[in-house]
């Protein structure tokens, strides 16, 4: 590694930002194809061959499955990074944008063996949402082995995040657009260049290893007729309903199970894998179908092949729903990105068998429900229709398929921003107390320090206004931050840090408060760096005029993080 190191930083700074970034594009593929590889070794192993075996045998030796697997996993999760939890994705999101991209190392190790044991255990969660994660912190570490700084791996994150949803899709175009829609939030990024060419490179690894076959083959696929055509904005409207409620049952869930102290964290997971175990089974014995389990694809692969009809259809998605929800909710190691598209291609199934009832369906026309509900469905949650739509027609290769998958991403969107504030993602990051800014300064240094303080401050603080232990423990479970503005009436009193509350708390003594710097909207970023350098804990509260209304804070760490992304953009 230090010869490589060695070399890159020999070579000019345009063909090192190549190289670099097709060594990001490789690590994260191949761990993302070696996580798929191993969720799916498990899962064949374990709950594939039981199917096999008397209903006694797959009974009991299911229960244990689920149950060993959900106690590793809650361990993992709780003794080494609570942030591999989940899908994965809002913790990436948060990295690249609060700490330039630098992911550690753990939070690799983690989510690849825990992920392996949820899902291949058969949590009803998907292997998507964890690739990217694991995929980014990969890149991440690899740009550190590289020799990049700490506050330079924004394009190592979202490289490998593309390159790692890339291999385990098979979609590097549906790969570049989510990263660019979800994770930088820009679609005309400076980063696009190496985010494309990583994605390629993860699709490549998956080609070679697995194979370059599609993730789903569609018999039978054609432009629908105008039945199809009448029935994509219901079946796409359904659809974005069953998203949207998923989404507020999972973050429900987890709401409540966030601020619970009844039960301990790790012991949390094995809830939502017995309820999937009891719904997976109820499933089995009456449907020799394990949909419910793990990430479902088998029974969807047969319901777009016409081998499960609307009945069964309907009885798969109740069980996958129920189940996903509540694995997400107590704290499961996966994603989401599965089991959506499962659910819509239900939906769609579903529909197309119940007016099948009444009028003749043609088999391009139940296809194009399923997965126009497979878009909608997925587009409702991730709020990235453009996304949607290219993931399924890289999945199943049809280009016929393109002009209603366009129609049902209007009709989800529609319904989906209107029901629901901010996507999956963004939400769980609104609940973990986290709000992300994204700082676009002006174009030179003098510029930019004449820049009003408002530009960059976060307006959404957490404030204290009752320093009674009860309350003053209930703040700092539910927020993550080192800092809080504490108010009495109306008047600012002081800064409260963590260490101070903590310690306050455990002695059973009231916090001591450090004194509160100040500024005003319209002050400078020039008069703001004094101002941090002169406060003892590097935090400036923003006020209105009369100096009494909290409008927002400054701490360092959003000045610098500003001052090096203008730095990066090349425009300081």
């Known amino acids: 590694m230090q010869i ?18 097709c060594l990001y594009g490789l690590g994260a593929g191949a761990s993302a194809v070696f996580f798929q590889m191993g969720i799916n070794w498990l899962y064949r192993l374990g709950l594939g061959k039981l199917s096999q075996q008397s209903t006694s045998t797959f009974l ?9 697997s959900s106690l590793l996993m809650g361990w993992l999760l709780n003794s080494f990074c609570r942030e591999a939890a989940g899908s994965g994705i809002p913790q990436l999101k948060l990295a ?20 392996i044991v949820s899902i291949g255990g058969g949590q ?29 791996r924004r394009l190592a994150a979202a490289a490998g995040a593309a390159a790692g949803l890339a291999a385990a899709f098979n979609t590097p175009l549906a790969a570049t657009t989510f990263v660019l829609e979800e994770i930088i939030g820009d679609l005309n990024s400076r980063l696009l260049g190496g985010v494309l060419l990583a994605s390629v490179l993860g699709a490549l690894v998956v080609h070679g290893v697995i194979g370059a076959q ?43 199970m966030k601020s619970t102290r009844r039960v301990p964290g790790w012991l949390l997971p094995l809830a939502g894998g017995l309820i999937t175990w009891g719904l997976g089974v109820a499933v089995f014995e009456r449907t020799q179908r394990l949909g419910v389990f793990s990430l479902g694809y088998d029974d969807l692969s047969s319901a777009l092949a016409g081998d499960i009809g609307w009945q069964l259809a309907t009885v798969l998605l109740a069980a996958k729903f129920i189940a996903t929800f509540t694995c997400y909710g107590f704290g499961g190691c996966g994603g989401i990105f599965s089991p959506t598209l499962f659910f819509g291609g239900m939906t769609g199934v579903a529909l197309a068998g119940l007016v099948g009832l009444e009028w003749p369906m043609a088999r391009a026309d139940t296809l194009t429900l399923a997965v126009v509900g497979m878009s909608a469905c997925l587009g409702a949650v991730v709020g990235a229709p453009v996304t949607g739509i290219l993931i399924v027609f890289e999945m199943t290769h049809e280009f016929a398929l393109v002009p209603v998958l366009m129609i049902g991403a209007l009709v989800s969107q529609a319904i989906s921003r209107k029901m629901n504030r901010e996507n999956f993602y963004d939400a769980l990051l609104t609940q973990d107390g986290y709000h992300i800014e994204h700082v676009r300064p002006p174009r030179d240094l003098q510029s930019w320090q004449q820049f009003p303080v408002s530009a ?21 479970k539910a927020h993550p931050y080192q800092r809080f503005p504490v108010v009495q009436g109306d008047k600012l009193t002081g800064i409260l840090t963590r260490r101070e509350a903590e310690a306050a708390l455990r002695e059973n003594r009231a916090p001591k408060l450090e004194n509160a710097t100040t500024c005003l909207p319209h002050q400078t970023v020039r008069k703001l760096q004094g101002l941090l350098v002169e406060s003892p804990i590097n935090f400036v509260v923003l006020v209105d005029d009369d100096g009494g209304k909290i409008l927002g ?14 730095a990066g953009s090349g425009d300081l």
């Open 456 to 476: 960059i401050a976060n307006f959404r603080p957490v404030i204290i206004r009752d320093l009674v232990p009860a309350k003053l423990q209930d703040v700092l």
């Open 60 to 68: 009991i030796g299911s229960l244990a499955i689920i149950v060993v």
């Open 124 to 152: 009803s969660l998907g292997r998507e949402g964890p690739s990217v994660q694991l995929a980014g912190a990969v890149s991440s570490n690899l740009a550190g082995l590289a020799g990049e700084a700490k506050q330079n």
């Open 96 to 115: 690249f944008w609060k700490d330039f991209g630098t992911v550690p190392w753990r939070v690799a190790w983690v989510k690849f063996v825990a992920g």
């Open 214 to 256: 599609p993730s789903f083959t569609l018999t039978g696929a054609a432009a629908p007729s105008w039945v199809g055509y009448l029935l994509t904005p219901v079946v796409a409207a359904l659809a974005g309903l069953v998203g949207v409620y998923f989404q507020k049952a999972s973050l429900g869930l987890r709401g409540r």
């Open 553 to 566: 804070i400054i701490t360092l760490h959003d000045l610098l993080r500003a001052e090096v992304e203008k």
């Open 4 to 21: 490589l190191v060695h070399y890159l930083q020999r070579l000019p700074k345009q063909s090192r930002a190549v190289l670099q970034t």
